[in-house]
C-alpha cells in the first residue's frame, strides 16, 4: 500500500535525527524543523527521494511497508532541499553554519560561542535561497540565536541551522 502526494503537498518520512548534544529524536518527538525523506511528491520542484528540513507533521502515520512513520505536509513548508547531494535553501532562506567564535564587535557587542549566556551569535552562510538579497554565501552574519532553526546534521558535521535572511541583524566584515 502506498500514498500519492496531492498538488501543493508532500508525504514525508520520519528520518531520525541527533540534536547537538547527541540525543537522537525520531520525527515523533520533534517541536521545531526536522530531517524527512520525501515519500511522494506533489510539486515538480521536489522529487521523490529528496530530503528537506520542515517541520514535523502534525498528523503521523505509517507510510510505506516498514515501520516508518511520517504524514503530509504543504511544499511551502520546506525550509531546504537535499537533491542529488546538493543543498537548496528555500525562498529568502539561509543555510548557515555555526562558528565557534569569541570576538568583540566595536566593543559593543560580545559573542561568544555559548547560547546560554549571549542571544546573538556568528554563522558562516552555506548557501541562500533564490529570493535572497542581501545576504551571499561566505558571508559571516550575526543572527539570535532564538531565531534559527534547531541545529542538525548534514555531511556529517551538526551545527548547521536556517534562518530567514530577514532575521540577520549584521553582516560582519573583514
Not at 521545531?32 to 520525501?38: C, K
Amino acid at each position: 500500500m502506498g500514498y500519492k502526494a496531492m498538488k501543493d503537498s508532500l508525504i514525508v518520512k520520519e528520518i531520525e535525527s541527533k540534536t547537538m548534544g547527541g540525543i537522537i529524536l525520531t520525527l515523533s518527538s520533534n517541536k521545531g524543523a526536522t530531517l524527512h525523506e520525501v515519500v511522494s511528491s506533489g510539486v515538480d520542484y521536489i522529487k521523490d527521494g529528496d530530503r528537506i528540513v520542515c517541520n514535523a507533521p502534525s498528523k503521523l502515520f505509517k507510510v510505506d511497508e516498514g515501520d516508518s512513520m511520517g504524514g503530509v505536509i504543504k511544499a511551502h513548508s520546506a525550509l531546504l532541499v537535499e537533491s542529488d547531494g546538493e543543498y537548496f535553501p528555500m525562498r529568502d532562506d539561509i543555510l548557515i553554519q555555526h562558528l565557534n567564535t569569541h570576538a568583540t564587535t566595536g566593543g559593543l557587542i560580545e559573542l561568544k560561542d555559548d547560547p546560554d549566556t549571549n542571544q546573538l551569535q556568528i554563522f558562516e552562510v552555506i548557501k541562500t535561497g533564490s529570493e535572497c538579497k542581501d545576504v551571499e554565501v561566505g558571508m559571516k552574519v550575526v543572527v539570535p540565536w532564538l531565531r534559527i532553526t534547531p541545529p542538525f546534521e548534514l555531511d556529517g558535521y551538526e551545527k548547521y541551522t536556517l534562518t530567514s535572511e530577514k532575521e540577520v541583524v549584521a553582516i560582519l566584515e573583514d
